[in-house]
Every structure is written in C-alpha cells, then in structure tokens.
C-alpha cells in the first residue's frame, strides 16, 4: 500500500493544488501573528525597567498625600498631563503628551541625544523622533497649555526613550503641577516605603507591568486568531469539498484495488495517510511561507514607521507547534469522512458506471433541522435587544448569528441550488444557452454546490457584516464627534479680546471655507450654595447665529454651559453667579464637553454688557483641508489666542475607525481567498469528472467559446449566489450587533442603522468577478480536449 500512496501523491497532485493552498494560508496566518506579537512585545518591553534603575520601589497612581510623603523623601514622580503645544512656527497638536525630567541625575533615566538635562523649571527635553518629526531643536521656545496656565518652555536638549514611558516632550515636576489635569501614573521613591499606599519593590513592580504589558498585546494577538479559526474552518469546508470530489471520481480505482485483495482497512489506511503526507508537506510550507511573511511584514512596518514599537522577532515554540498542529489536524478532520461514505460502497458497486457521487439533496428531516435553527438564531438575535449588559447583548448576537449561520449550511442543498438555477435564468436572459447549462449542472449535485459555496458564504457574511457594523458605529461616532466638537477651528482669546482685523487674516487662510467673530467678555463666576469662595475669572461667549457650527449649538436663556475643566466642582443643576462691571445675574450649570470658552446665550450676555468685544473667532474648514497643517497656519496668525482643533480630533476617530475596519477586513480577505481557491478547485475537478459530457456537448455543436462561456457562467452563479446569501446574513447580523452598541454604549436612541449600500454592492461584484477569475485555467482544460478524445474518457 506504501507504493499505491507514493503513486497516488504523484498521479494526483495536481488536483490538491487548493487543498494546499488553504492549509498553508491559515497556518501562515497564525506564524505571522506571532510574529507581529513578539515584535510588539520586544519593542515595547525595550527599556520597561529604564526608571526603576535607581529606585528601591515605586507607587502606581499614588494619591496627592503619597506623593508629598516621597517626593520629600527624595522620590520622583513621573507625570503625565496631555496639553496644547505650539513652537513659534505652527501648532503642534491639542493634545500632545508631556511627562517630566528630574533635575537630579539619579532620576534621569532618558537617553540624552543632545544639548543637556533641565536644571530648572521653565526648561524641558523634547524626544528626539518628535523634534524630528515636528522640526523643533535645541534652543527653541515652546508654548505648552492653554488660557491662563499657558507655560513657555526652553527645549534645553533631546532625548530617547522607551516606548512603555515615551512622551514627547517632557518638563520638570514644579512645571507639571501647574495644569490642573495632569496625573501620576508611577511614583518612584528612593526608600522602602509602606505597604497603606500600595508601595511595591523595584522588581516585583517592573515584573507585574511586564506580566501587564503581556496580557494586552496576547488579547490582540488572540483576537487575531479567532480569524486565523475562521479562516481554518474555510479551509476544513474546501479540503472536505476537494476529497469528496476527488474520492468520488477515484472509486473505480479503490474498488479495483478491493477487488485485488486489498481489505477497507487497508484501503482506509492508504487514503488517510495520503492526507496526512499532504496535511504534513502544506503545513510545513505555511510555516516557512508564514515566518518569512513575519520577518518580512516587520521590517517593511520598521521602514515606514520610525515610531513604530516593534523589536525583534522571535518564534515561540507554543505557536509553530499550535500552528502544525492544526494545520495536520485540519486536513485529516476534513479527508475523514469523505472516506467513511466511500468505504460503504462494495467494490462491484464502485466499478459500475456512474456520472458523480451522491447526488441526493437534504432530506426532510435535515430542511426541518434548518429551519428549526434559523429561527432560534434569530429569536436570540432579537432578544439579545432586551438584555442589559451592552458586552453580554453583543455575545449572544454573535451566538445567535452563529447559530443561524449554522441553519443556512444545513439548508445549502436546498437553499443555493434554487438560488442558482433562479439566477441562472436571469443570466439567460443575456447570454443563453451557456447560463441556462450552468445552472443545470450546479443543480446536479446539491450537496457539492453547497459546499463550494458555503466556504465563500462564511467569508462574505464576516465582511459584509463587519463593513455595515462598522460603517453604523461610524456614523454614531460622527455624530457624537459632531456634537462634542461641533465647530472645525475655535480660536479663543484668554483676557484680552482678538484684534479687530484677526477675522480678514483668518479668512484669507488657505483651507479656511468660512469664518465668524464670536462675542464675548471676561465676568467672574461663584458658586450658590456652596459656601463661601473667591469670585474667580470666567471669560464667557455667546454662539451666533451662524452656519459655521456643524450642529445646532445655541443656549438656553438662564444657563451656562461650562468645559469640564472650568466645571471644578459644579455639577448639572448647580446654580452660579456671572458677574460684570457691578451687573450680576444668576445661571443654571450644564457641563459638557465643548472646545472654547463657557457659553451663555446672547441675551444674559446682554444682561451683563452692552459693549461686548470678539473673544473668539469660530472656523468651518474646507472639506479637504489638512485639519494638522490648518491648525499650525491659524496659530501662527493669532499666537496669543487658544486653538481647539474639532476638525483633528473628528479626524483622529475617522483614522481609528478606518485603520480598525480595513485590518479586520484584511484578515478576512485570507479566508475568501481560500473559498475563491476551493472554487476553482472545485470547477477543475468537475471539468475532469464530466469530461464525457462536456465531449458530447461539443459533439452536439457546443463551440469552445460556449463552453468556456458555460465553465464561467458556474464559476459566477456559485460566487454571486454565496455574496448576495452572505451579505444578506451579514447585514442582518450586523443590524442587530449594532442596534445593541448603539442602544447601550455610542450613541443611545437617536443612533441609526447605516448600510453602507455601494460597499456591499462591491462586494458582490468582486465575489462574481474572483469566481469569474477562479474559472479561466479549469475552462482552458475543458477545450483542449477534442470531442473524439473526450467520448473516449471512462
């Protein structure tokens, strides 16, 4: 038997070209995600104990009191606060993260690049990539903050850092504890400290980051491997499709060799080691074809992105041996049973002359089963709505979408056999007689045009799903972004009011579509009710009526609407005092998330001045206005004056959302790959299998250019048909995923389902468009053989 498996690997492999080709896409994929994971752990883990080499302990987010306690003991600690920072030149972000420098060398735990360390406040180091990036050396002068608790800042050096602690720029403590809004994420304390304020030693400490730091980046990495199953269970469904096809036209062959002597455990015995040769040699090529992708995918990443935290690459044994495992595993599960229904045939049985291999379609009781799972999965579907979790309402979606999916495979036979002899008729209408013997021969074997379209089916209902969930968050998430920054550009004046010509200067801006002076004064706000405090400087706005704003922006009369960090202690339905020029009236508090100064409406800034001055000018942007390179063009104008760059951080969620959508889009891309492959695969073994027919049509006066035309027309029918099911599930699924998020996490009632119509059409058209592709070598097969050799086929 040894010798019938070697002639059996030689006679036959060119037939388990996408048997292959599946195995070795899936492993790859796992190998490739290893890689990615130990280059984001190296590169992130670079340098984590950097801080702690001359520290006995350290504190995470210690209190203000632990703080004070260490600090004068001679501790450090390392801030963070996030601030607007401007060079002289241009704007460099709203949002820019500072941490601090100590003074004192033990505490110095960056790399100095160049210049020297603060030696006191008023100086800061700038990371050395950053000042790259944003053309910034030593010796300029930075603006770091933002209204009253703006600070100039010296750039007295560059330096390096790890990733794990990188900011870009970087100011000593006394600076830091100047913006309100800044934190302590790590205290480091020169002594053994007390166990009440959560102190931990050096090393202990640096261990749990890292243990941290691990489980972050292996959730993303298994997060990527539940695609990696998807696309292993695609490839169960193509080399299940590619043995039955193969096993049934090999039956004359077994049976000949049962007729010999050979006994069914031997036939059995043959066959599954020939999977298992086949499993062992594709899985051994995914895993070099997958550590060379690794390797490879790295260094271009590196190339690109300077900033990029990613270290060296390292193979871990768990994965290449998972990976192999599986790999081996998959082809043997799949080439399983397959045998088991050959093996039943007798070998006189076997030796007849027959046209395929069970033919029958779903029995009764497998369409009962279909249904009766269909609508379970989509009874949880829907009571997935009413339970209260948002994560917990989000998993039973999934496991209702799983198990209708599971449905739709058991009704395959049934269902897209019909679909493809109605759509065959359609096609008929065009190109005739090819669509109408298209449709025939997929409706021939029902279970085998199930299956081949059930691989692609798997990888359409994901994207199609993934593409309208994600494109519905988006528009949620837009219109939250809309309502938070509402407004492109907001220039806000601190204490003095903008000059007069500052709204000619910024309408000539390149990028700028519209531009209005928004009024406004300097008053004093108290509490009421909250015991006695100093009336303390508010500068105030009232929105015009304008169309600048993206949404409808206007204020209450009798309200002010305060930022969060104007807010302090006061809450929704707090009442406070505005107070001007001995005129004072009182306002009911609403804290929101706004950009600019406090807003109240024009009437009770009426009440408190009849001489308001411009305290700030508010920008629309041109649609394809770089919001970045805007915002450094309108900062140079009006140095003096705040910016709040809506436009970039509406931009920044986009990104988000566009980096997310299109690498979970990517992914799935593999596993419809492999579908498109057991596609032609299947359509190249049919072409073998009806050999003789396809020789009787041409007899018959079938031209080649008909039959290829005919080959095509299956090819299309199969991937359209599986599209238009998929998209159909996978916007159904996504319909209710989605009605889920939106109801208890982004964007509550006024949320709305978004389909995003021309995408799914797309989708579909580039599904009929690979089976058209997937076709041609199989087609070119088919006419090259002449009717005469063809009749002459067994």
């Known amino acids: ?68 306690k260490y600090v004068d003991q001679g501790g450090w600690p390392m801030g963070t606060s996030y601030q607007a920072v401007r060079t002289e030149k241009k704007q460099l972000g709203d949002r820019v993260p500072i941490g601090t420098v100590s003074t004192e060398s033990r505490w110095q735990w960056q790399t100095l690049e160049a210049g020297r360390f603060p030696t006191a406040s008023g100086e800061a180091v700038a990371n050395a990539a950053a000042a790259k990036t944003h053309d910034v050396a030593v010796g300029d002068t930075i603006r770091v903050g933002s209204g009253a608790n703006v600070a100039e800042v010296t750039v007295v050096g560059l330096v390096d850092a790890p990733n794990m602690w990188s900011s870009n720029l970087y100011v000593t403590w006394p600076q830091m504890q100047e913006w309100s809004d800044s934190y302590v994420p790590m205290l480091l304390t020169a002594a053994t400290g007390s166990a009440d304020d959560d102190w931990v030693a050096s090393g202990e400490l640096v261990d749990t980051l890292q243990k941290r730091l691990n489980n972050e980046i292996d959730v993303v990495a298994y997060m990527v491997l539940i695609f990696a199953a998807i696309a292993l269970f695609v490839s169960v469904l193509v ?38 040769v086949l499993g062992v040699l594709a899985t051994l090529l995914g ?109 039973t979606v999934l496991l209702g979408g799983s198990v209708a999916f599971v449905g739709v495979m058991l009704l395959g036979p049934v269902l897209v056999p019909a679909l493809v002899h109605l759509a065959g008729h359609a096609l008929a209408v065009v190109s005739g007689t090819p669509a109408k013997l298209a449709s025939a021969n997929a409706g021939r074997n029902p279970k085998r045009t199930a299956a081949t379209a059930a691989s692609l089916l798997v990888g359409v209902t994901l994207t199609t799903g993934v593409l309208t969930g994600m494109n519905t968050i988006r528009g949620a998430l837009s219109d939250e972004m809309a309502a938070q920054h509402p407004i492109d550009m907001v220039l806000q004046s601190g204490t003095e009011p903008i000059a007069a010509d500052a709204l000619g200067r910024v309408e000539k801006v390149g990028g700028v579509d519209d531009a209005v002076e928004v009024p406004g004064a300097v008053a004093t706000i108290e509490p009421v009710g909250k015991g006695e405090s100093a009336p303390l400087p508010l500068p105030v706005v009232a929105p015009p009526v304008s169309d600048v704003p993206l949404k409808e922006i206007s204020v209450d009369e009798g309200t002010i609407v305060l930022p969060y960090e104007a807010a302090d202690e006061l809450f929704d339905g707090d009442q406070v005092k505005l107070a001007l020029d001995g005129r004072t009236t009182t306002l009911e508090v609403k804290v929101d998330a706004i950009d600019g100064a406090a807003r109240v409406s024009a009437e009770t800034l009426a009440e408190l001045t009849q001489n308001p001055k411009t305290y700030a000018i508010w920008v629309r942007a041109a649609r394809s206005a770089d919001a970045e390179e805007l915002g450094g063009s309108l900062s140079a104008i009006l140095p003096d004056a705040d910016l709040a760059n809506g436009k970039a951080d509406r931009a920044w969620v986009e990104l988000q959302l566009d980096v997310m959508t299109w690498a979970v889009v990517g992914l799935l891309a593999i596993s419809v ?15 073998l299998e009806r050999g003789r027919e396809h020789a009787l049509l041409r007899a018959l006066g079938l031209t080649r250019r008909q039959l290829r035309r005919t080959l095509a027309a299956e090819a299309v029918l199969l991937s359209a048909v599986a599209a238009v099911v998929g998209t159909v599930l996978g916007v159904f699924i996504a319909w209710r995923g989605s009605e889920v998020l ?18 799914l059409v797309a989708v579909v058209l580039v599904a009929g468009l690979a089976g058209l592709i997937s076709c041609v070598a199989p087609s070119k097969r088919a006419v090259k053989v002449s009717p005469a050799e063809g009749l002459a086929l067994d």
């Open 239 to 276: 080399i299940t499709n590619t043995f039955t096809i193969l096993f049934a036209q090999r039956m004359r062959d077994f049976a000949l060799l049962r007729a010999m002597g050979a006994t069914k455990r031997q036939v059995l015995r043959s066959v599954r080691r020939e999977a298992l």
């Open 742 to 759: 939106l109801d208890g996490v982004v964007a509550g009632d006024d949320a709305r389902f978004d389909m995003p119509v021309l995408q």
């Open 1 to 68: 038997m040894r010798t019938v498996l070697f002639a059996s690997l030689r006679t036959y492999a060119r037939r388990y070209a996408a048997a292959v080709v599946a195995v070795v896409a899936a492993v790859a994929l796992i190998v490739v995600t290893n890689a990615l994971t130990s280059a984001t752990k190296s590169g992130l883990q670079a340098g984590l104990d950097a801080p702690f080499q001359n520290a006995v302990g350290g504190v995470e987010f210690p209190a203000d009191e632990a703080i004070e």
């Open 287 to 395: 895993l070099v074809i997958g550590a060379l992708l690794g390797w490879g995918i790295v260094a271009v990443v590196r190339a690109l992105a300077e900033n990029a935290p990613l270290g060296d690459v390292s193979y871990e044994w768990p994965w290449l041996v998972g990976a192999g495992a599986m790999g081996v595993l998959t082809t043997l599960v799949a080439s399983w049973l397959p045998t088991r229904r050959l093996m039943r045939l007798s070998p006189l049985a076997a030796l007849r002359p027959q046209e395929g291999f069970e033919v029958r379609g779903a029995g009764r009781l497998r369409i009962a089963l279909g249904l009766g799972i269909v609508l379970a999965g989509v009874a949880m579907m829907f009571f997935a709505v009413s339970v209260n979790d948002p994560f917990a309402g989000l998993m």
């Open 673 to 687: 790959l492999i579908a498109l492959a057991g596609i032609a695969n299947t359509l190249g073994l049919s072409v």
